[in-house]
């Protein structure tokens, strides 16, 4: 099994999408991108921007290689959209998708906004999209609605996918930030070796209090019963998120790591700099209006 992560906080853009290759299809999951609209009172940085496109490049250039592609929920940054904003992977940008087998988060227990984005693939896909939740199909599996984060909190669900090969079974537990136990141990149920999840919103702690300190005890038992525990996402909006994966991996003898660092790269928290950025390299006026009707570029500033 070969496990590619395409895009995360880690590498400077809202992202969870990975790529893995078996021996009998290669599995697309969570292909979307976006930037935070507003980070210290600022809009993204063309550096974010930069790097948000590579991300997209990235996943379009799996989509031409999927067998099978696995949408965890309806999110801007899991998903194409239709083009609410010039930083996320817009539906138009896919190339064809003939013979391409799409799993999907049901329209149970979802928002208002997800079930409209959820009507929105299907009617560009030409097809009404699965409820996949509990199905299995090979070497693939998909788990019941999970809580988007801590439970009953209105948050939605999410759909956590299965993937095995021989000894390595890879688990993709998409937002589910360690924040309900009885999540924990429905992906333990499936014996993971890889586990590839979202880390709490430490950058929203308050509005979610519990992050920290409920997360940190899931973690620790997620991270003893498995042998390579990625952590990204929601938890890299922060460099506090950083130095508590870092306490994290520090308590544990197995691997406890971010997406950039599983990939061999060196993390950017890019959103977690964005005022940083503007006092580093400031932009134009203007800027953003003129890239968003195609009269301005971001190459300058990497």
Request: aromatic residues 8%; proline residues 6%.
């Amino acid at each position: 099994m070969q496990i590619e992560i395409l895009g995360c906080e880690s590498f400077g853009a809202r992202s969870l999408a990975c790529f893995v290759k078996t021996d009998e299809r290669t599995i697309l999951i969570d292909p979307g991108v976006a930037l935070a609209r507003f980070r210290s009172g600022l809009l993204p940085h063309p550096i974010e921007v930069a790097a948000a496109f590579r991300i997209r490049e990235k996943v379009l250039s799996a989509f031409g290689q999927a067998t099978d592609v696995v949408i965890s929920h309806f999110h801007g940054d899991h998903m194409p959209m239709r083009a609410e904003d010039q930083y996320q992977l817009p539906m138009e940008a896919l190339p064809s998708l003939d013979e391409i087998s799409f799993w999907c988060k049901g329209p149970e227990k979802i928002s208002g906004l997800s079930l409209k984005r959820r009507r929105e693939l299907s009617d560009f896909l030409g097809f009404p999209l699965p409820s996949s939740e509990g199905r299995k199909s090979g070497n693939l599996e998909f788990s019941s609605p999970v809580p988007h984060g801590t439970r009953d909190k209105g948050f939605g669900t999410v759909m956590m996918t299965r993937i095995c090969e021989r000894d390595e079974t890879f688990v993709h537990s998409s937002d589910i930030q360690l924040l309900d136990r009885e999540t924990i141990l429905k992906v333990l149920a499936w014996e993971p070796t890889i586990v590839f999840a979202s880390g709490p919103p430490l950058y929203l702690s308050h509005h979610v209090p519990e992050a920290g300190k409920e997360a940190l005890e899931n973690a620790l038992f997620l991270a003893r019963n498995v042998d390579i525990l990625i952590l990204d996402h929601h938890l890299l909006r922060s460099f506090e998120g950083y130095s508590w994966l870092k306490e994290l991996a520090g308590k544990v003898e197995t691997r406890v790591l971010c997406a950039a660092e599983f990939m061999g790269k060196e993390p950017e928290l890019l959103e977690a700099q964005r005022k940083i950025l503007y006092e580093k390299t400031p932009i134009p006026s203007g800027w953003h209006e003129a890239y968003a009707n195609g009269k301005a570029g971001f190459r300058e500033f990497l």
